[in-house]
């Protein structure tokens, strides 16, 4: 299975965002902030976090590209618990229970989003407002061997977890 991490070219996400992600966090859409959102509330670092930013799921910032690397069951599983926990204590969600449903359908459209994509496959996502709500499109841009390698995205953050394990599902979902 793969997941996505926070990556980092340079300094601007600091500048860009109120909460920047931490780099190599792991990372998904967070569409599901800006559900109410209108256009009044775009504006400043707001808007930039609307319009481009992935959130990262230890901080809960945004993150303007992520990386494809594959992550273990068992850490997705507890990616799933912390998002759903989450939930509860910011968004009113009745119990971690009752949020683990959404936090794993969250969590299973971005293991979608980054199945068909190599390793250290650079995502982006652009959000625009609708009649219908909030549309997401992505970007790809493969991997440059070399630019990516300062950035160690191949899943050994040093955490004592071993992620060179690949649990691969097939998935056949369109991602326009």
């Not at 965002?17 to 190599?24: D, E, L, M």
């Not at 009113?92 to 969590?107: D, F, I, R, W």
Request: hydrophobic share 40%; with cysteine.
């Amino acid at each position: 299975m793969q997941l996505a991490r926070a990556v980092h070219f340079d300094e601007s996400d600091s500048r860009i965002f109120h909460r920047p992600a931490v780099t190599g966090e792991w990372a998904v859409s967070g569409g599901f902030e800006f559900s109410n959102w209108s256009e009044a509330d775009l504006t400043g670092k707001a808007r930039q976090a609307f319009a481009n930013g992935w959130l990262g799921l230890e901080s809960f910032g945004r993150v303007t590209f992520v990386a494809v690397v594959r992550i273990e069951a068992t850490e997705y599983e507890a990616l799933k618990r912390a998002l759903a926990e989450h939930f509860v204590s910011h968004y009113g969600a009745p119990s971690v229970q009752a949020a683990l449903p959404v936090a794993a359908e969250e969590l299973s459209q971005m293991a979608d989003l980054c199945a068909d994509h190599a390793p250290n496959t650079v995502l982006t996502v652009a959000r625009r407002l609708t009649e219908a709500g909030v549309a997401e499109e992505y970007r790809f841009i493969e991997a440059q061997d070399a630019e990516l390698e300062a950035f160690a995205v191949h899943g050994d953050r040093g955490d004592g977890h071993d992620h060179d394990h690949d649990h691969d599902h097939d998935h056949d979902h369109d991602h326009d």
